[in-house]
């Protein structure tokens, strides 16, 4: 028993060393809050935590049979590692794909930009015409104004192939501005938390609750809602300034 506790323990504190690197690089590149709860990927991170921690270590301490020859011992462990590795491939490239990029303001609200909503043609587009906007490989999550074009037939043309299910404007970033040039337009749509739509009686009870717990004033036009998928979150702002001092959720 001694030996199959010494097995466990050893692939244990491994897999959890590995597992705590590489979420921990995608969480301080990537998925500080917000970005990991507009985009839902806590299911991922559970697989991963199941595959990698729990199921792969019991499946060892079972196997590690100390009267089982080396060789064939060596073998089992061999193809219970090779399992965690592949989940936790397919768990990087997930989170890779799906990292935020993006916290856009566009027209009356604050979302959520990932890598997977932006198509190749777009970038390379963006690359061209607004390199400093654009996204790389490198790209960590900036905040962005991304207005309609100027030009009213290509503005026209968004927003109508908005409504039949093509891209907005929030996934083209050659139109992406600096976050400053779009604090003007941002400042006629704050509202209070009370006159916001997407949230509804309770949410707006606890949201309520939680800014009075953090000091700031519940009954100021300071607040926006910031989507990301069908989630949201409340953006509260400085008046004064514009800058954003907090970002809640109603959960």
Known sequence: MRFRLLA???HL???????????GAFWLGWYRWPGWYLSSVLHVVAILAMVDVALGPTLTLIVANPGKPR????????VIVTVQLAA???????????????YTFSADRLELVQASDLKADDIRIARRENPGLAPYWYSRPRWIWAPLPDDP????????GTITGGADVVQMP??????AQGLPALRQKLARLDGLKYFNRAEKQALEARLRRSGIPADQPDTLVMWGGTRRVLAVF???????VALLSAD
């Open 88 to 102: 936790l491939v397919y768990g990087g490239i997930t989170l890779w794909g799906g990292r935020p990029l993006y």
């Open 238 to 244: 400085d008046l004064r300034t514009l800058r954003v």
């Open 8 to 10: 466990f323990g050893l």
């Open 71 to 78: 060789r064939e011992l060596a073998r089992d462990v061999a």
């Open 153 to 160: 037939a290509e503005a026209e043309r968004i927003v109508a």
């Open 174 to 179: 050659r139109y992406f501005r600096p976050w």
């Open 13 to 23: 504190a491994s897999s959890a060393a590995l597992l705590t690197i590489v979420l």
